[in-house]
């Protein structure tokens, strides 16, 4: 895809009128953060990072997308502009930011790009596109995560639902580095290297109508030893003892769901997993399971489990729980006590919750929808606002005290207690010395207007790190694999505190700025509100 | 993108289930649907189709994907199915659909898919994928539209907050089939040829921070006549003007403001639209634009008007109305009382409601957000089912009475009245004669099981068209440009009556099965709970 094109028109203007005031080589640094942790979460997982340097990697316009930004820019911008464009690229652009999968904060600089004027400017949109929706959804992915404890294996399955193609490969993608354990998206599997998995919908069952269908199949015993098996005959003797068991009559359940199950176990004899809600779970499915798998187990094979997709899945697993169990011990099979139940069907972090606080004998979980949408809060706000031109900070106030920003280059300091939990990120301006340990630092909690605060850190981590200059990533920040950024995410996350991590109403984690970043706040405030030239603040003074 | 491996796993576990027992050649016929209107509304705007079709030309499978599937699917898995998926394409298959952009209701196909049963199960996942985001944005997208009325425009300024790149894409080329007039959308533009707009961001104001930044810099009249006027004194001394009419100390305003947009005037003397809130819009955007736009009209150019991001928007927007008015009238320039007054800040289609309720003196309005993420729902639910195998009808039943499925395969009519206003929508089995003009039919809602209704249509259109077949689009069925199809979506929305078409709790349009659908339904059900097998039916009985 064209990504530099991908952008908003008001880039190429502002562009244009930097360019024709001779601004446009001037030094600019940008910030990409959020004023608000989504899902009124206490976090967000920061995503999206390495494929912002990709974008700008190949940042570059060709003439074809020249020839169409004249055609749509007033008749008056000079043609000396597109020409200038087509030499444009990011060769003077320096990007620091967190690592990705990193736990972040509201009002932090996720990403601090710097560069010529023009350039990074233009960079804005496409920024946004690729930070927001990645990091909310592996945010989302997260608080299942935290939802469900760590013992369900969660599966993503939204690629249906998804902002179309690309929407549904990202959602996969940062599903997992959210904490989800594989996805059905096999396309995600093949670029990413994440697990996948899935078996069979009901199409497949509903698309056998008759026993004939499977007429003639066999199947050789798992151990090689001895000749093909009639497995439909197998099966069908299984499925008698099956019905008495469970005292029902002989043979009553669906044929074509049966004939359904011994094709697939057929397919399938190491790794027989089938949905039983096509017709009725109980009456059906659960029995008609019961008899292909105990077949399959009289081969030598194992069978995996069921799928439920509607109804009431906890009281439904229990209930199917009880037959396994009553299966293995008539049948004699222990291996039936454990077979796996998966459950799908619209599941939200509120219904999972839910689910987890009953009694339940579930152990996988598919979730689609409302992980890929994110149905709580379809959107991050990231936000990308120019802090300093020309080594002068630069803020927006505004009429919504909350889309004030905050100026000048930043770094940004997790300060850590003496049991080395985080204390709070402190924002400092680039020239100030790194927070002294042991030493108490004033400090001004942001978006509260209170007095100072002082805290003494036992450790001060640099959040920061360069990940690219002069139009290359940097040897000496070599980018994570999707398995170490699931890592790190999933450590960040434990390292948190349990109140800050809460999915409900959690103790808002701490982000404050220096007193010196502090005072130029102020006085920027101060100097727009009595409409002085903003000239004479500088992170210098 | 490698569309075709963007699927569920599933689609190839049950893919290897029909070859295995060589049913991968069996006709079949799935048909793509929804159970329910987005938004709690009454109608759906149908896209996707396009795209589809598109994915079906490029369908077959490199040798890379059947590796990767190799690799991540069970070790029993016959090395002749890799084989097989390798020739496997679409040039059996038949796709016939509503028309894009169509106005359709629960319940009916909106596209049929028909061709060998392994193909046409592996579609499902992309095909579903392609229309799902496109509808519901589209929907959304009208929604917006039928809201506001047809006389504000409307922007669609969503990129930073779409599922990535091409949920951006998308949200941008089906808004505006949803009725939207423009997009921010760059590559949209370029690839859709869909109108772009956009002039400055609040970084472009503060960039600016002191009157030297455009120190130098002249204007030419517009006429070409004389020479190049100092254009920053022009405006410096229209703003004294312009305090003096608002009773403002002189020069009160911003000056980095009033730098930026001298300079953006410089810029775009032609097209001179600037935000005026990066500050105080009354006290410093507003009179700093007028100053600007003042000089602009003293040299004969035309300036566009102003955008607001922030506070109340319609109240501002009729203070900013008379302000222009005032300068309108005491410096004699009657172009200024029609200055456009454009707005954006987080509009959802409820503050827009209230937005078009209150008095106000808005003319442009930009949505991104709530439009691209559809907040309200963040999803629409359509599936795929099987229908028929082998000429032979075929349903899900499930304990959730709505996740049944109608077999069989279906045309849709829709009937009209006397005054050519639609009746309803009526399905009937494809071997069925259509509806008898001016006769008497007996229908059966979909549902509801309550007796028989009887309606006379006037008119019967039939509404599904094939568009595809032996792989190839059809030249019968030239696909239509986006304008058409935006064309179609309003023309069809016009058509629908208002209680169909508005907003909250609508009247729900009727969709129905004939009498003979309607007993196969049944008889399928019977048969199906009484777990007879389901072979004896068929749509030629």
Redesign the interface.
């Known amino acids: ?3 530099p ?10 562009a ?3 360019w ?2 001779g ?1 446009h080589r ?1 030094a ?1 640094e ?1 910030e990409l953060f959020f004023r608000e942790a989504p899902f009124q979460g206490g976090f967000t997982v920061y995503c999206g990072l390495e494929e912002s340097l990709n974008f700008l990697r190949g940042f570059r316009f060709s003439r074809s ?1 020249t020839d ?2 004249r055609s ?1 820019m ?4 000079e043609e000396g502009f597109f020409h200038y464009l087509e030499t444009v690229n990011a060769a003077e652009v320096t990007v620091t930011s967190f690592p990705e999968g990193s736990v972040v904060f509201p009002r932090e600089p996720l990403m601090k790009v710097r560069g010529p ?1 023009l350039v990074v ?1 233009l960079l ?3 920024l ?3 930070v ?3 990091s909310l ?1 592996a945010t989302n992915a997260a608080r299942f995560r935290l939802a469900v404890g760590p013992e369900k294996r969660l599966l993503e ?1 939204g ?13 996969s993608k940062y599903s997992y580095v959210g904490g989800f354990d594989c996805t ?4 995600a ?2 670029r990413f290297g994440i697990p ?12 056998f ?2 026993i004939d ?2 007429q003639g ?1 066999t199947l050789q015993p798992a151990d090689g030893q001895g000749g093909e098996v009639d497995f439909l005959k197998l099966s069908w003797t299984w499925l008698e003892e099956v019905c008495q068991l469970l005292k029902m009559p002989p043979h ?5 769901e049966l004939a ?1 199950f011994i ?2 176990a ?6 027989f997993l089938v949905v039983v ?5 109980m ?2 499915g659960v029995p008609n399971f019961c008899a292909v798998a105990l077949a399959l187990h009289e081969l030598g094979y194992k069978a995996v489990g069921v799928r439920l997709d ?2 009431d899945l906890a009281r439904q697993s229990v209930e199917i729980r009880k037959i396994f169990r009553r299966c293995a011990e008539r049948f004699n099979v222990p291996a039936f006590e454990n077979l796996s139940i998966a459950v799908s069907n619209n599941i939200s972090e509120k219904s999972l919750k839910l689910l987890t606080q009953m009694e339940n004998e579930i152990n996988v979980i598919g979730v689609g ?1 409302h992980l ?4 709580l809060q ?5 936000v ?3 802090v300093q ?1 020309n080594n ?1 900070p ?7 005290q909350e ?1 004030t920003t905050i100026p000048g280059s930043k770094a940004v300091y997790r300060l850590y207690d003496g049991s080395d939990q985080p204390l709070l990120d402190l924002m400092t301006l680039g020239d100030e010395p790194p927070p002294e340990i042991g030493k108490e630092v004033k400090i001004y909690e942001v978006g509260k207007n209170i007095e100072t605060q002082t805290v003494t850190p036992l450790r001060a981590e640099l959040l920061h790190r360069v990940y690219f200059r002069n139009g290359q990533m940097l040897d000496s920040e070599p980018l994570p694999s999707i398995t170490e950024v699931r890592s790190r995410a999933q450590r960040s996350l434990t390292n948190l505190s349990p109140q800050h991590r809460k999915l409900e109403d959690p103790h808002p984690y701490r982000v404050a700025v220096t007193e010196k970043l502090h005072r130029l706040l102020s006085a920027l405030r101060r100097s ?1 509100e009595s ?1 002085a ?3 004479q603040f500088s992170t210098g003074n």
């Open positions: 895809m064209e990504l094109l991908l952008t908003d028109l008001y880039q190429f203007t502002m244009y009128g930097y024709k005031s601004r001037e600019a940008f997308d169409y930004l749509v007033p008749s008056t911008v004027l400017q804005e949109t496409t946004l596109c690729l927001n929706y990645a959804v399955m690629l249906r639902r998804a902002q179309g193609p690309d929407g549904g490969l990202s959602a059905s998206n096999v396309l599997g093949k996948v998995a899935g078996t069979v919908a009901h199409s497949y069952v509903t698309s109508s008759s269908e499977v199949q009553s359940t669906n044929v074509g359904a094709s697939y057929i397919a399938f004899p190491l790794s809600d096509t017709y009725s779970v009456m059906s509607s109804g929808t890929v949408t994110c149905t379809p959107s991050l706000g990231c990308y606002k120019l031109v002068q630069r803020m927006k106030l505004s009429e919504d889309k727009s409409r030239n903003l000239m």
